[in-house]
T-cell receptor
C-alpha cells in the first residue's frame, strides 16, 4: 500500500520564525518520487519541489529547504525566516515508478499560518 | 505559457442534478489527471488520460462519474446524478510524459 502522512494539521508561527513541515511516506517500491505543493488562498496547487528516491541530497532554494531521509521514510520541508506570504496549505505527495508519473498519493495537508 | 485552467470555479447544485466540470491542460501536455479533495481530507486520484485514452481510472468512485477527453485536448468530468458525498474540490493536472504534474485552481462543488 502507498501512504503519505502529514501529522501536523495546522501550524501557527510568528513572522521570521523557522518552521518545519513533516511528511512521512510508505511505499513498497524502490523507485519513487516525492513532491511538495503549496496551496495559497487562491486555491491552485503550486509545485515546489520533486525528489527521486535515488537522490538523498538535501536541497535549498532561498528560504526553503528539504530534508529527504530514506532511513526514516521522511521528506520534511523547512521554511526559514517565515513570512506572511508563506501562509498556505502545504501538501506532500508520492508517485511511484521512475518514468511514469501516473498517480499521486497526497497527504492530508498542513495549514501554515504565519502571523505578522 | 498559460497554466491549467478549470471551469467553473464554483458550482452549487441540488442532489440528483447533473454537473459537468471542464479542464484545459497546458498546451502540449498529453497527460491529464483528475483528483478530488473531499471535506478537508487528502487529495485523491480519480483518473489519468494519455491523450484521449484512459490510462488509469482506478480512482473513479462509481459509475455516476464519467470523464472524457475527446481529441486529446480539454477534458470534462460529469457527475450524474450528483449525491451529497460528491461535494468537494475537483482538481485537474497535466504533464509531459515524464514530467511534474501542474495543477489547476480546482472546481469547488457543493451538492445540497
Amino acid at each position: 500500500a502507498q501512504k503519505v502522512t502529514q501529522a501536523q494539521t495546522e501550524i501557527s508561527v510568528v513572522e521570521k520564525e523557522d518552521v518545519t513541515l513533516d511528511c512521512v511516506y510508505e511505499t513498497r517500491d524502490t523507485t519513487y518520487y516525492l513532491f511538495w505543493y503549496k496551496q495559497p488562498p487562491s486555491g491552485e496547487l503550486v509545485f515546489l519541489i520533486r525528489r527521486n528516491s535515488f537522490d538523498e541530497q538535501n536541497e535549498i532554494s532561498g528560504r526553503y529547504s528539504w530534508n529527504f531521509q530514506k532511513s526514516t521514510s521522511s521528506f520534511n520541508f523547512t521554511i526559514t525566516a517565515s513570512q506572511v506570504v508563506d501562509s498556505a496549505v502545504y501538501f506532500c505527495a508520492l508517485s511511484e515508478a521512475l518514468y511514469n508519473f501516473n498517480k499521486f498519493y497526497f497527504g492530508s495537508g498542513t495549514k501554515l499560518n504565519v502571523k505578522p | 505559457e498559460a497554466g491549467v485552467t478549470q471551469f467553473p470555479s464554483h458550482s452549487v447544485i441540488e442532489k440528483g442534478q447533473t454537473v459537468t466540470l471542464r479542464c484545459d491542460p497546458i498546451s502540449g501536455h498529453d497527460n491529464l489527471y483528475w483528483y478530488r479533495r473531499v471535506m478537508g481530507k487528502e487529495i485523491k486520484f480519480l483518473l489519468h488520460f494519455v491523450k484521449e485514452s484512459k490510462q488509469d481510472e482506478s480512482g473513479m468512485p462509481n459509475n455516476r462519474f464519467l470523464a472524457e477527453r475527446t481529441g486529446g485536448t480539454y477534458s470534462t468530468l460529469k457527475v450524474q446524478p450528483a449525491e451529497l458525498e460528491d461535494s468537494g474540490v475537483y482538481f485537474c493536472a497535466s504533464s509531459h510524459a515524464w514530467g511534474t504534474q501542474y495543477f489547476g485552481p480546482g472546481t469547488r462543488l457543493l451538492v445540497l
